[in-house]
């Protein structure tokens, strides 16, 4: 199971990017698939996680109502948009197969950077 990140580079405040999760190897249509950032000195953090239908998701209360999460099951990708950027989002953001709304996970991708500075 491989996943590999993308859409991840440098923004103004204020600004916005869309990240992408592809799967290689299988189909991510069974799986939760969740977002997860990890910031220099701080422990990882869950972002938001989308259920394998799509129907549901969740949010840290950090990001609600900046990010959304989606998922296109045909294109067999996750996408992360996320709006009114804040320094503070600043970090490297891996994405994670599994089940349960991401509470067990079985794959990540090696991450991609997203810097939010002026």
């Known amino acids: 199971l491989q996943l590999v990140e993308s859409g991840g580079g440098l923004v103004q405040p204020g600004g916005s990017l869309r990240l992408s999760c592809a799967a290689s190897?299988?189909?991510?249509?069974?799986?939760?698939i969740g977002w997860f950032r990890q910031a220099p000195g701080k422990e990882r953090e869950e972002v938001s996680c989308?259920?394998?239908?799509?129907?549901?998701?969740d949010y840290a209360d950090s990001v609600k109502g900046r990010f959304t999460i989606s998922r296109d099951n045909a294109k067999n990708t996750v996408y992360l948009q996320m709006n009114s950027l804040k320094p503070e989002d600043t970090a490297i953001y891996y994405c994670?197969?599994?089940?349960?709304?991401?509470?067990?996970?079985?794959?990540w991708g090696q991450g991609t950077q997203v810097t939010v500075s002026s």
């Open positions: 994670a197969a599994g089940w349960a709304m991401c509470a067990s996970l079985i794959s």
């Open positions: 190897g299988f189909t991510l249509d069974r799986y939760a």
């Open positions: 989308i259920a394998s239908s799509g129907s549901s998701a």
